[in-house]
Structures are given as structure tokens and as C-alpha cells.
């Protein structure tokens, strides 16, 4: 079982920076897939980035490319997604999830379903 945990929401202005952490105390991230999912009132979770732990290779979603950037650190086993110039848009609900790597395409990981782990969830509200 792992157990993720976010942090890092908030309420900012638009035009704000955050930097959202997920980290998953006693487990080792290596051979994992790790992604990043939003979900906005009344909308369904949607794929927001993710990250393939052992070579680094990232994608993000089309609506967040350029402002939103997914990323992880071997040492403090956590993973991270910087956003920039925030919008009201972007106000959401924030998951990490994570699966076992096997060694399948990065494409497959932008479906919620192929995650076994998620976190809790992390508030991002942003204000015009």
C-alpha cells in the first residue's frame, strides 16, 4: 500500500505562482508512474501531467503545457508540480496518484483508471 500525501494549495491571485509537493512516507517512488489530476466543481478529475520515476520522461496535458511543469527529487522521494501564471480556471482540486511501472507507454497513465494510489487531495482556489 502506498500512501500519498499532498500539500501546497492555497487561495492566490491569478497571475500566482504554487508549487504543489506529493510525497509517500516509508515508499520508495522508484519504479513508479506518478501523475498529477485536477478536479473543478461539478467536472470530472481530469489529467493535469505525469512523470515516469526511473528515466524522468514527462508529459503534460495540452490546457496546462507551458505553465504547468511536473517534476521529482531521488533524494526527498517527492514529487512536485510547479504552476505559474495561475488562472481562475485552474481553481481545482489537486491529486498525485501512482501504479507500479510496467514498463507500458506514457500515454496509458493519462487515464485515471490506471492508477492504483491516490492522495488525498490538495485545495488550489484562485481569485481574478
Known amino acids: 500500500q502506498v500512501h500519498l500525501v499532498e500539500s501546497g494549495g492555497g487561495l492566490v491571485q491569478a497571475g500566482s505562482s504554487l508549487r504543489l509537493s506529493c510525497a509517500a512516507s516509508g515508499h520508495s517512488f522508484s519504479n513508479y508512474i506518478l501523475g498529477w489530476f485536477r478536479q473543478a466543481p461539478g467536472k470530472e478529475r481530469e489529467f493535469v501531467a505525469v512523470?515516469?520515476?526511473?528515466?524522468?520522461?514527462?508529459h503534460h496535458a495540452d490546457s496546462v503545457q507551458g505553465r504547468f511543469t511536473i517534476s521529482g527529487d531521488n533524494v526527498k522521494n517527492t514529487m512536485y508540480l510547479q504552476i505559474n501564471d495561475l488562472k481562475p480556471e485552474d481553481t481545482a482540486v489537486y491529486y498525485c496518484a501512482a501504479v507500479r511501472d510496467a514498463n507500458g507507454a506514457i500515454g496509458y497513465f493519462f487515464r485515471r483508471q490506471a492508477y492504483d494510489y491516490w492522495g488525498q487531495g490538495t485545495q488550489v482556489t484562485v481569485s481574478p
Open positions: 512523470i515516469r520515476w526511473n528515466d524522468g520522461v514527462t
